[in-house]
Nanobody
């Protein structure tokens, strides 16, 4: 199973970007899908998660109200719409997945996800 993240780039503060994460090589319809990010010199941190049925989402406080996570199960794809970007959003963004059919708790720790994409760089200039 593989995840492929795309959509990163350079944007001015206040701008928007949409990240995509395409899954292949397996079944992802029963997996929660999440985004994490890692800024230089910092630990990887949780950004957002959408449950496997798409019924629930959860966001880090730092992005709540600005970012929106969504999924299209028949395309195995998850999106992260990022609006009102700020310089502190600059980071490599990673998509991740975890089996959730039998574990319905929302998980935000990187160690709780077992499938990762390669990351896409988002740079927000001031």
């Amino acid at each position: 199973v593989q995840l492929q993240a795309s959509g990163g780039g350079l944007v001015q503060a206040g701008g928007s970007l949409r990240l995509s994460c395409a899954a292949s090589g397996g079944t992802f319809s029963d997996r929660d899908r999440a985004w994490f990010r890692q800024a230089p010199g910092k630990e990887r941190e949780f950004v957002a998660v959408v449950t496997w049925r798409g019924r629930s989402t959860y966001y880090a406080d730092s992005v709540k109200g600005r970012f929106t996570i969504s999924r299209i199960n028949d395309k195995n794809t998850v999106y992260l719409q990022m609006n009102s970007l700020m310089p502190e959003d600059t980071a490599v963004y990673y998509c991740a997945a975890r089996q959730a059919r039998y574990d319905t708790a929302l998980r935000t720790g990187p160690n709780e996800y077992d499938v990762w994409g390669q990351g896409t760089l988002v740079t927000v200039s001031s």
